[in-house]
């Protein structure tokens, strides 16, 4: 019985001190594309490519709070020979559901904040220079695939990506987003 407890609370032991030195910090590197409808009337769709950055604090297993930066661009659009490049600045909390030993983590986030397109087919503000400044979220969520403590692919992340831009239709765009790319844990919880 004795053996018994003292093989118990060490496994309680093991388990806090695990839990201690696990990474708390993230940073990522992400491939972003975007499909978009940002033209006025219909569709009108085209294809954005770019990346993003972002920052994570991991509050525990399950919750950490992400701030995201991204740009993406496309070029010659539907042959006017316009531009655009949508720059966002996003944050807010993503969940995990984590199991034991799982590889595989899947997540959800809601990401708030702003998106400035530039370029020719931006919108052009009050000043009547090309860009513009509006609100921004991306709701949605992804697989990771854990190769190490440290290293993690974010194998697929997709995103309901909604923009407010004026496009003298409706005031808004929805847009589809798809990232895919590898974070770095550091730090101890």
């Not at 000043?127 to 513009?132: L, M, P, R, Y």
């Amino acid at each position: 019985m004795r053996s018994l407890l003292t093989l118990l609370l060490l496994s309680i032991a093991s388990v806090n001190l695990m839990a201690q030195t696990q990474p708390s910090n993230e940073i990522a590197l992400d491939y972003t594309y975007v499909h978009t409808n940002a033209p006025p009337g219909g569709c009108g769709c085209f294809s954005m490519n770019g990346g993003s950055g972002s920052y994570a604090y991991h509050f525990g297993p399950q919750f950490a709070a992400v701030i995201e930066v991204g740009a993406v661009h496309a070029s010659k659009i539907d042959s006017t020979g316009l531009d655009l490049t949508l720059t966002s600045y996003l944050g807010g909390p993503r969940f995990y559901y984590r199991r034991p030993h799982a590889r595989f983590v899947p997540y959800g986030q809601v990401l708030l904040g702003a998106v400035r397109a530039t370029g020719g087919l931006a919108p052009a503000n009050s000043g009547g220079a090309s860009s513009s400044t509006v609100f921004g979220s991306a709701l949605g969520g992804g697989v990771e695939f854990n190769v190490s403590r440290r290293i993690t692919l974010r194998v697929a992340q997709v995103d309901y990506f909604v923009t407010t831009f004026d496009n003298k239709i409706d005031g808004h765009q929805n847009n589809l987003r798809i990232t895919t790319g590898v974070a770095y844990h550091f730090g101890k919880r």
